[in-house]
């Protein structure tokens, strides 16, 4: 059965194939440097939980390299450096209104040892191999079908064998209410910074990573998936 969403007597059916990206990768940059001053409100009203759980899923020991790709306002960069301070942390953004509230928020951690770049997730500036844990939040719902492989590639580039691939994502809904996103996505896909709900264990399955767990988390209704794999 379609999930569906009722309100004032109005019931709205969610389509039944997931819409792909309609926000074109060229004009994200722009979006996301309109959306830096609001960002954080929002990742902290119907992100947190799902974030959280990654970072504590992601293990992070002191002495790793770690990369985050998409760092945003460095809303999970600021936890990732704080637990490896003695590591490598290299955090890219397209956007350079995100990137520069993540540098205003990792200047609380003095003498911590990190890199906050532009960059973008299709080329990532790392040496293959090198990468104990790849985090990624809120990236591949914005990213057209066509393009998943490519990132997926690199991600699996950079890591070392057997090492971690910590995903976030906007997702379809299972619950009540969870497709609300979708519907405000298909009026206006802006609004939601070009995310729909997508779900990737088969396509991690696909490139040879082995998916070890997938958890789902509602929070104001907004359906995530968190996902940790490794690189076999
Ligand atoms: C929904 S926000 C998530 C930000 C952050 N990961 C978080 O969880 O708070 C998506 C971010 O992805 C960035 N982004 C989009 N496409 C990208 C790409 N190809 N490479 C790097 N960053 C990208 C945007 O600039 C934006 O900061």
């Known amino acids: 059965m379609k999930p569906a969403l009722s309100c004032c007597g109005i019931t709205f059916n969610a389509p039944a194939k997931m819409p792909d990206a309609r926000v074109r990768q060229s004009e994200i940059s722009a979006l996301y440097d309109k959306l830096s001053g609001i960002y954080d409100i929002w990742g902290k009203l119907t992100e947190s939980r799902a974030r959280n759980r990654a970072i504590e899923l992601a293990k992070i020991r002191d002495g790793q390299n770690v990369l985050e790709v998409a760092v945003g306002t460095g809303l999970a960069f600021y936890e990732i450096v704080k637990r490896n301070p003695h590591g490598s942390n290299v955090g890219i953004d397209l956007s350079p209104g995100m990137l520069e509230k993540a540098k205003t928020r990792l200047k609380k951690l003095s003498g911590a040892n990190y890199t906050l770049n ?3 997730a ?9 990468v104990d844990v790849v985090m990624n939040n809120y990236l591949f719902d914005l990213i057209p079908y066509e393009d998943m492989d490519k990132v997926l590639s690199e991600f699996k580039r950079v890591l070392k064998k057997g090492a971690r691939l ?3 994502n906007m997702t379809k809904g299972e619950r009540f209410g969870s497709n609300l996103y979708d519907f405000v996505y298909r009026i206006s896909p802006r609004t939601m910074g070009g995310c729909r709900g997508v779900k990737l264990s088969e396509k991690l399955e696909q490139h040879g990573f082995k998916v070890e767990a997938r958890e789902y988390h509602q929070q104001l209704l907004f359906p995530s998936e968190v996902i940790v794999a490794y690189k076999e």
């Open 122 to 130: 299709f080329d990532l500036p790392v040496k293959n191999g090198s």
């Open 118 to 120: 532009i960059g973008t």
């Open 166 to 168: 910590i995903l976030v």
